[in-house]
């Protein structure tokens, strides 16, 4: 069974630019949740998608947003790119709400120059 | 984030027990879980304990819970080499539609 699976591995931008991440969750799986991990913040929570909704989201702007397709993958958009948004963006997906475990892609690893 | 704290490193020799510390803030939190990132991986569960739990125990892994205190620690026994990785607590609960809260991890450095 695949796993959950992120596209592209790196990207490289410049300020100003936008970005898109992409991912495909678990076979079965519905829901879909980002999250960022910058050097020495550990990971924090962007968005969550179930069913092609967003059903939560973590405290960064606007410019950051998504979707989820009906097929359940996912993309991650970041426009405006400002050099802090370099970080490994990570998505995991889960059966519905994330009650034990989620699976974890290898993530998408964005410079912003 | 701010939900879950947990100290940066841990250096620990071959054959030691690792003890990894975690403290939260929400009383409510229901599931508090162990996840570990190797270089250049993604984040795979190691175990997770349900709030009405004080300990579990999977082979080298044991996770207490102290819910007064809300503490949670993760204890490798007989660490090896390959345990050398990012260890990072997280939270979840009815409240916050049981999303993931992630600790900042705890970078584990196994020597020889």
């Known amino acids: 069974e695949a796993g959950v699976t992120q596209s592209p591995t790196h990207l490289i931008k410049t300020r100003g630019q936008q970005a898109t991440l992409r991912c495909s969750p678990i076979s079965g799986h519905t829901s879909v949740y980002w999250y960022q991990q910058a050097l020495g913040l550990g990971l924090q929570f962007l968005l969550w998608y179930d069913e092609g909704e967003e059903r939560n989201r973590g405290n960064f702007p606007p410019r950051f947003s998504g979707r989820q397709f009906p097929n359940y993958s996912s993309e991650l958009n970041v426009n405006a790119l400002e050099l802090e948004d370099s970080a490994l963006y990570l998505c995991a997906s889960s059966l519905g709400l994330a009650i034990g475990e989620l699976f974890f892609g290898e993530g998408s690893r964005l410079t912003v120059l | 984030g701010e939900d879950v704290e947990q100290s940066l490193f841990l250096s620990v020799r071959e054959g030691d027990s690792s003890v990894i510390n975690c403290t939260y803030t929400?009383?409510?939190?229901?599931?508090l879980y162990w996840y570990k990132q190797e270089p250049g991986a993604g984040l795979q569960l190691l175990t997770y304990?349900?709030?009405?739990?004080d300990m579990k125990q999977d082979q080298r892994l044991t996770v207490l819970l102290n819910k007064k205190d809300k503490h949670l620690s993760l204890r490798i026994a007989d660490t090896q080499t390959g345990d050398s990785a990012i260890y990072f607590c997280?939270?979840?609960?009815?409240?916050?539609?049981?999303?993931?809260?992630f600790g900042a991890g705890t970078t584990v450095t196994v020597r020889a």
């Open positions: 997280a939270e979840s609960r009815e409240s916050n539609d049981y999303k993931l809260s």
């Open positions: 929400d009383s409510s939190s229901t599931y």
């Open positions: 304990i349900f709030s009405n739990m």
